[in-house]
């Protein structure tokens, strides 16, 4: 009969790098690092040089017991795993000005603590069709582009550019100095998503299902904007909600 109950070990594949020299050399060479996890209190020279080396990047660490780190990989870690991302990450700096360069309206969507991963997938696929340019995610309190993102997606994360920052109220700010008007689709506000005008260079922020957007960034957006519910259910899947957020969008564009 079989054993249903037997633990699985994660299969090890090239999405991994273990040991600290050798994610450090991965760091140098300029992969693309999705997540780094470190053994709680790990010490030494080797160590210290990794820590100076992430303390300027964006790249998330989580620091865990070492039976975390035994539960993803059976080879000899050295307390350190670094997880590759499956896609190159982008700056929104890099971005923007291309897009006016090529005379198009910048339409860019921000994902405030969307973390889990189908959602991220459905997102990316809904944000390609709508011809959004970009999709900006924080370093930390983000879902991981992994293969179940990518195939939620359609391949769609292979094809749009995902921005991943350090602090997301700085990136919005940055993006209204660039002339982007920052539209956060909350239920906290009288204003429907009909209100904005789309056809002007836009941000559109999408928060978590439980917590929503952040303070920081619903202070200032420059509009709050809500879908309308008529049943009793009071919310949508945030991939559906930014389907039609975006898509008003796209109607008042056409």
Excluded: W
């Amino acid at each position: 009969m079989e054993n249903s109950r037997r633990p699985v070990r994660p299969r090890e594949n090239n999405e991994f790098v273990f040991g600290i020299r050798a994610v450090i050399e991965a760091i140098k060479a300029g992969r693309d690092v999705e997540s780094i996890y470190v053994q709680r209190g790990l010490t030494g020279s080797i160590i210290l040089e990794l820590k100076t080396i992430l303390k300027d990047s964006d790249i998330p660490v989580h620091n865990v017991p070492v039976e975390k780190l035994n539960r993803m990989t059976q080879k000899n870690h050295q307390g350190v795993i670094a997880v590759i991302s499956a896609i190159t990450f982008q700056k929104i700096e890099d971005i923007i000005p291309v897009i006016y360069e090529k005379g198009e309206t910048p339409l860019v969507l921000i994902l405030d603590g969307v973390t889990d991963v189908r959602n991220m997938g459905a997102i990316a696929r809904t944000a390609s069709c709508a011809g959004v340019h970009a999709i900006v995610v924080p370093a930390k309190n983000s879902a991981q582009i992994n293969a179940d993102a990518i195939k939620t997606s359609a391949g769609a994360l292979f094809t749009i550019p995902v921005c991943r920052h350090q602090n997301l109220h700085k990136t919005a700010l940055f993006l209204q100095e660039c002339g982007l008007q920052i539209v956060a689709c909350t239920e906290k506000t009288s204003e429907l998503i009909y209100v904005p005008d789309y056809t002007l260079p836009t941000a559109i922020v999408m928060g978590a299902e439980d917590e929503g957007i952040s303070n920081e960034i619903m202070r200032m957006a420059n509009h709050l904007a809500k879908i309308p519910m008529a049943g009793e259910i009071s919310s949508l899947n945030v991939s559906v909600s930014a389907g039609v957020i975006l898509y008003e969008a796209i109607r008042q564009r056409q």
